[in-house]
């Protein structure tokens, strides 16, 4: 009996034995995999599923507030879904870990700590690009932060958003004397005041007209002042309230100590850029701004023998003006006397003159030809370029000590001939010969996009109203007739365009248009959720020619792209089935797709549309903030 007890004791004993290795095998098995899997992941992620990932009910773009969230079924029944059986396309992608929510891949301090890159601080490399390799790319889904919302609408959002949404209040607090942002309740209010106005920007504004004696103290000088560089704009409100006189700015800041900045300017639905004056060139062609503004912009422009004020001038159009609000334009200490004896006479130096000079604020204001520049003593620095120094490129490349003089035919015309807005929108630029172009292209252009924009519009149908869409990104530009296409919508759009084409920016400034220089094989200069419309047109056929993952870029979309966002791929059969086969990794629905012929864009014959949805989710702990 003992001995029988013995051996069925045993055999349990061994059965359980086998049991734990088993279920050790087992556990081993899916941790090695979902280590090797999500190696690029961060040290945290949640993996999407019933109980990490919730769905909120309504649809923001297209939907009403209270929307039961059901599926447009007039607009998915049009599109055909794609079985997914290919073992490299992933069923589902990760989540980043919550502390990532705000993550900007080629602008993160934690990765240059990590890296141990030597900058220096003196010349803000830190604030510049650095890009991560290939084995240190988030390979996960950029989650909201805990209590996220959709954002408020435009024209609302210019005064308001969400606290949750960029739950940062420090700004408030530290500029609370100069009407940057006030907290009031769930809300971050923005009354409209800057360090040096703070009583508005619009009466600051006003004022620089009146300075310049434009008429009905309107800056917009009846058209002929359009494009605006607002360096070191804090929140934007100089460029928020721009927009109502049709002047628009790119309002350009790094990620520095006034952290969420740029974040916050999107967020109302005002154009910004992620950027700083370091050591590279900013991301923008030669002759694209009527006026730059620094408002106590905190920046040494007499350094390095005023190679910040150089890279000023290269933007700056023929007879440009620069607006300078700081002490040292009317303090009377030593250090700003000295500051301002340095710059006047460095600018002096320049050919730039002094156009107004009233209280806290100066306007110099760049020759409209090179004879000044011509008249100089020989020697004088800083000198012209060199003839083969061309000032329109700009990816990646160093600023120079050195004037960029304008061409014969710029020197001739004593100017940009460029017509007031909104003629310019679509009036041939002089820059087309540039690049080869004829008046009859560009016309034509305009007009072929005007009609896939229409087109688009059809197809998105109700899943659009009037204020559903503000942010706007172009991704492939060309001529920035996609974005002259919207101007009876209420958007603005950066025109994107890639690095290795044609330098096609300079056709979208003179258009009285704005966007940037870029390489789609790295991530963009923005915060996460920053754009309710990207526009990929052959930029994943173009990405074909590189060594770049369309992986990762389609990862990268997902993290500009707002919750509820859309995107618009028009490209080649093959480029659309291959994102297809990602859309459920991304939580991504397709609304609609058609050819080209749809929009009468036979040229073009082999290009397919294919509009998606991103859908709205929150993790867990996010989910549970908002109830």
């Known amino acids: 009996m003992s001995r029988g007890r013995s051996d069925g004791s045993l055999k349990k004993r061994v059965v359980a034995s086998l049991c734990v290795v088993a279920i050790f095998l087992g556990f081993l098995y899916v941790y090695k995999g979902s280590i090797f899997g999500s190696q690029n992941s961060g040290s945290s992620a949640l993996e999407y599923g019933s109980k990490s990932l919730k769905k909120l009910g309504a649809s923001y773009l297209g939907a009403d507030d209270d929307s039961d969230g059901k599926q447009d079924e007039s607009s998915s029944s049009v599109v055909k879904q794609v079985d997914v059986e290919d073992d490299t396309v992933p069923k589902i992608y990760p989540v980043c870990d919550d502390r990532h929510s705000e993550l900007i891949p080629c602008l993160d301090r934690h990765l240059i700590y990590q890296m141990r890159l030597k900058l220096d601080l003196s010349l803000m490399e830190h604030y510049e690009r650095h890009c991560p390799p290939a084995e240190r790319r988030f390979n996960c889904l950029i989650p909201p932060p805990p209590g996220y919302k959709i954002p408020i609408k435009w024209p609302k959002s210019r005064d308001e958003v969400w606290k949750a949404n960029i739950p940062h209040t420090h700004l408030a607090n530290e500029k609370s004397d100069q009407n940057w942002m006030v907290v009031k309740g769930e809300k971050i209010v923005f009354p409209g005041g800057g360090t040096h106005f703070h009583h508005g920007a619009d009466k600051y504004i006003a004022g620089i007209a009146n300075m310049l004696n434009f008429s009905d103290n309107n800056l917009n000088n009846e058209g002929n002042l359009r494009t605006v560089l607002d360096v070191g704009c804090g929140v934007a409100s100089f460029g928020a309230y721009l927009l109502s006189s049709d002047i628009i700015a790119m309002s350009l800041a790094p990620n520095d100590v006034h952290q969420n900045q740029i974040q916050f300017a999107l967020e109302r639905g005002i154009p910004a850029y992620l950027g700083v004056l370091g050591t590279k060139r900013l991301p923008y062609p030669s002759r694209s701004f009527e006026l730059a503004h620094c408002s106590r912009c905190r920046i040494d422009w007499i350094q390095r023998d005023g190679i910040l004020l150089l890279e000023l001038d290269r933007l700056l159009r023929p007879g440009g003006y620069f607006a300078y609000s700081s002490p040292e334009a009317y303090a009377q200490d030593e250090e700003d006397r000295r500051i301002w004896k340095e710059m006047s006479a460095l600018v002096g130096r320049m050919c730039w003159r002094i156009a107004a000079k009233r209280d806290q604020t100066v306007i110099w204001q760049k020759p409209l030809t090179n004879d000044c520049y011509m008249e100089r003593e020989p020697g004088t620095r800083p000198p012209l370029c060199q003839s083969d120094d061309d000032p329109d490129a700009v990816w990646g490349v160093n600023m120079e000590t050195c004037i960029t003089p304008y061409s014969d035919h710029d020197h001739r015309a004593k100017g940009s001939e460029l017509a007031p807005w909104p003629a310019r929108l679509t009036s041939p630029p002089p820059r087309l010969a540039d690049l080869g172009y004829s008046n009859e292209m560009f016309e034509k ?30 991704m492939k530009a060309n001529m920035g007739s996609f974005a002259a296409a919207l101007r009876s919508k209420d958007v603005w759009v950066m025109n994107v365009v890639p690095r290795d084409g ?17 390489d789609w094989c790295e991530a963009y200069s923005t915060y996460p959720r920053t754009y309710d419309l990207l ?3 052959t930029v994943f056929s173009d990405l074909e020619k590189k060594d770049c993952s369309p992986e990762d870029l389609l990862i990268e979309m997902d993290r500009m792209l707002r919750p509820s966002g859309f995107v618009i791929f028009r490209d080649k059969q093959n480029v659309i089935d291959l994102v297809k086969k990602y859309l459920a ?7 609609a797709t058609a050819d080209s012929t749809s929009d009468s864009s036979d040229q073009d014959g082999n290009e397919v ?3 998606i949805h991103k859908k709205l989710w929150l993790t867990t702990e996010s989910f549970r903030e908002t109830e």
Not at 446 to 472: A, D
């Open 445 to 474: 252009d305009t007009e072929l996009w005007q009609r896939r924009v229409e087109n688009y519009w059809n197809l998105l149908g109700p899943k659009v109203s009037s204020n559903t869409v503000r942010n706007v990104m172009d």
């Open 502 to 518: 044609l330098n096609t920016l300079k056709i979208v400034y003179d258009r009285g248009l704005i966007g940037s220089t870029h």
């Open 535 to 537: 526009h990929a047109w």
């Open 585 to 591: 990794a991304l939580h991504w629905e397709a609304v």
């Open 609 to 611: 549309v294919l509009i």
